[in-house]
């Protein structure tokens, strides 16, 4: 009966919801599009949190169900209470399918195709065994050498490629240790914990930076360079706590090792076409203000360019991570879905947040972000928070002092990302536990310290860049 819950309850709960009377709910007003977008709300976090069907599927369900229940061009039968009273503002379909090409997504399309180049023509490889020869020998000063290339190709590349690529480098290293020697568990903990910290620094480094883009318009947009001004910053403090902390916690017994790294830059006109191309685009990105161009219209350059010249071919198309690009578009439409029929305002209007502390509702939304990506995706829990976030930002007076809905969106991001004190957190960390070199124990030690003081120093970080006018 145990295994068939996870089944029963994502369905039961929704349609519960559904079968209910508007009285039956505590928010005043109430339509019967929100409430269907409820049923979809309450569908998508039990999927993400259970699991019975993939998460990217999930998003797939939302999309389509918006479609059929939400939409003006959804099934007759749900809109036949169009224009009554209690019925609601419908959602205009081609808003949700946009959703599949947003230009977020095209956003994390050109970063696909960059890092898939770098690999290609071992880009990536070869930079690692350049930047990591001023290191020496000394483990501890190794283990801060791999951690800053992981952490710069994390802002650029997949979190779980780049830890997949760094813990293959480093197998006969570890090899090196003795069996009891605890530098083989600060070497194979140092990688993931250093992609999921790197990640932070770029809007396209991971999926939640990227759901925050979304949502920080108008007075609160923030470009490609203004991003990395503060997240570049954050990750640098949060590696170097990261490494003292392993070091502390796991100091290696052997005080000599080599890191033999084979490989040499590639001089054909496609691997010379791919490093020019990755140096310009992360130019473009950087001068935004200089040009022009916005990051979005920045990150189809290297499509174009490697589509083109054949460097990406058709084959190399089939290994994009469409599921990760399908996970992210569901939450945009889930969010959309809560923004354009008013319900995010509603719930949020309905709890006296004005009523707390701003400081207790920052500390408290960012705690409650930083649980909920410990034991679910952290991409999944931005697409659930981000909605609510935006509309308690703009909603709640009390925090315009400390930045307001910039300030709540992006400590919030920055929260999603630090969840990593389990192997099921994210996939650098079931990478790393799938080594044998570490402990679930382990992990959780680091990744509790690092997650609580990393959402702490995000507060901190934003709100002096809010004060000296750098953002927001």
């Known amino acids: 009966m145990q295994k068939y819950l996870k089944y029963i309850i994502p369905i039961s709960i929704p349609l519960i919801v559904l079968l209910l009377p508007l009285s039956a709910f505590p928010f005043e007003g109430l339509t019967i599009v929100q409430q269907r977008v409820i049923a979809i709300f309450l569908l998508a976090a039990l999927c993400w949190v259970f699991e019975p069907i993939p998460i990217y599927a999930t998003s797939v369900v939302i999309i389509v169900l918006e479609l059929l229940l939400v939409s003006n061009k959804g099934v007759y039968l749900f809109r036949s209470g169009e224009g009554q009273p209690h019925f609601g503002e419908l959602l205009n379909y081609n808003e949700i399918m946009a959703t599949f090409a947003s230009p977020i997504i095209m956003l994390f399309l050109g970063g696909f195709f960059l890092a898939m180049a770098a690999t ?24 801060l050498g791999l951690m800053l290339i992981t952490g710069i190709f994390s802002m650029f590349m997949s979190n779980t490629a780049t830890t997949a690529m760094m813990l293959s480098i480093l197998t006969p290293v570890i090899a090196v240790f003795g069996p009891k020697d605890p530098g083989r568990i600060a070497f194979a903990l140092c990688i993931p914990v250093a992609a999921n910290i790197g990640g932070i620094g770029t809007p396209i480094g991971t999926p939640p ?12 947009y923030i470009s490609f360079g203004e991003w990395m001004a503060f997240g570049v910053p954050f990750v640098v403090v949060m590696m170097a706590l990261a490494w003292m902390l392993i070091n502390f916690l796991y100091s290696a017994d ?11 830059f590639l001089k054909t006109p496609k691997a010379i076409m791919v490093y020019i191309t990755f140096a310009l685009t992360i130019i473009l990105w950087l001068m935004g203000s200089t040009h022009g161009m916005n990051s979005y219209t920045v990150a189809l ?16 198309l089939k290994k994009i991570s469409w599921d990760v690009l399908w996970l992210v578009s569901g939450g945009i439409a889930l969010g959309l879905a809560l923004d354009k ?6 719930v949020v209007h309905s709890i006296p947040f004005d009523e707390f502390s701003p400081y207790v509702v920052l500390f408290g939304a960012a705690f409650l972000c930083l649980v909920m990506a410990n034991f679910m995706s952290h991409t999944a829990t931005a697409n659930l928070l981000m ?13 315009t002092p400390l930045g307001g809905e ?9 929260a999603a990302s630090l969840g990593m004190s389990l192997p099921i957190s994210t996939p650098p960390n079931a990478l790393a536990h799938a080594t044998g070199h570490v402990q679930s124990s382990q992990m959780a030690r680091v990744g509790v310290i690092l997650g609580v003081v990393g959402v702490l120093l995000s507060f901190v970080l934003v709100w002096l860049l809010h004060a000296v006018g750098h953002i927001g």
């Open 406 to 414: 910039l300030t709540l969106i992006l400590v919030v991001t920055f």
């Open 387 to 399: 909605p609510i976030m935006a509309a308690l930002g703009t909603s709640m007076t009390s925090l």
């Open 120 to 143: 290609k023509y071992r880009l990536d490889v070869n930079l690692a065994r350049v930047l990591l020869k001023p290191f020496g020998s000394d483990p501890k000063f190794v283990m």
């Open 341 to 346: 029929t008013g319900l995010a305002r509603l």
């Open 209 to 220: 930076n990227a759901i925050a883009l979304k949502y920080l318009v108008g007075d609160n």
């Open 254 to 264: 052997q005080k000599k090792i080599e890191l033999s790294i084979k490989g040499k």
């Open 301 to 316: 350059i290297p499509v174009a360019i490697f589509s083109l010249t054949g460097i990406i071919n058709k084959e190399d």
